[in-house]
């Protein structure tokens, strides 16, 4: 349908606006049950020429409160520090989280660096009693879980 007095150009830029609020505010109150969710949340960030490392908080329910880019990097590599991580983890209260970047090679095969950032962000969790539950590795259509790899333990803490 037609509305009276909006053009074609009008309602194309209205269009695009609702569905780029929908694309923004749609991960709200979404459910992670696996790292194929996690993935499905957060792949139209996948770049495909800089890493973007990006923070998915949760509460209790493994809702969603919000994604945050922490980081964007070169190339190949992207510099994460976990208070970056954590800090808008502590704003929202959050009772866990989940960190995702993409690897623009295509291969989401962790490096030895992405295994020590984990790792480094596991204890960071845990000293803050907001667990890292997974970090998920995206490579186009492809992704990896580095928990489904055995580093991390259901609970969040490092293997």
């Known amino acids: 349908g037609r509305i009276r ?13 609702l569905e780029l609020g ?17 993935w499905q ?14 923070c998915v908080i949760l509460n209790g329910a493994n ?4 994604v945050r880019q922490v980081t964007v990097g070169l190339v190949n590599r992207t510099i994460v520090h976990p208070r970056e991580v954590f800090r808008p983890a502590i704003a929202e209260a959050a009772a866990g989280v989940i960190v995702v970047h993409n ?9 030895a660096e992405d295994r020590s950032v ?5 204890e960071a969790g845990r000293l803050l009693d907001i667990p890292l539950y ?5 490579a186009g259509d492809a992704w990896r ?15």
């Not at 949340?41 to 990006?54: A, I, N, S, T």
């Not at 984990?118 to 596991?122: D, F, V």
């Not at 997974?134 to 995206?138: G, L, R, S």
Request: aromatic share 4%.
């Open 103 to 111: 690897h623009p090679s295509g291969d989401p095969t962790p490096s």
């Open 22 to 38: 929908r694309r923004y505010y749609g991960h709200r109150n979404a459910r992670i049950s696996s790292p194929a969710d996690a």
């Open 118 to 122: 984990t790792r480094q962000l596991a």
């Open 5 to 17: 007095g909006i053009g074609k150009a009008r309602a194309c830029m209205l269009s695009a606006a």
């Open 41 to 54: 949340l957060v792949r139209h960030f996948d770049d495909k020429k800089q890493e973007r490392f990006l």
């Open 134 to 138: 997974d970090h998920v590795i995206v």
């Open 145 to 159: 879980s580095l928990a489904a790899d055995g580093l991390l333990d259901p609970g969040g803490r490092r293997r």
């Open 63 to 66: 809702e969603v409160l919000d």
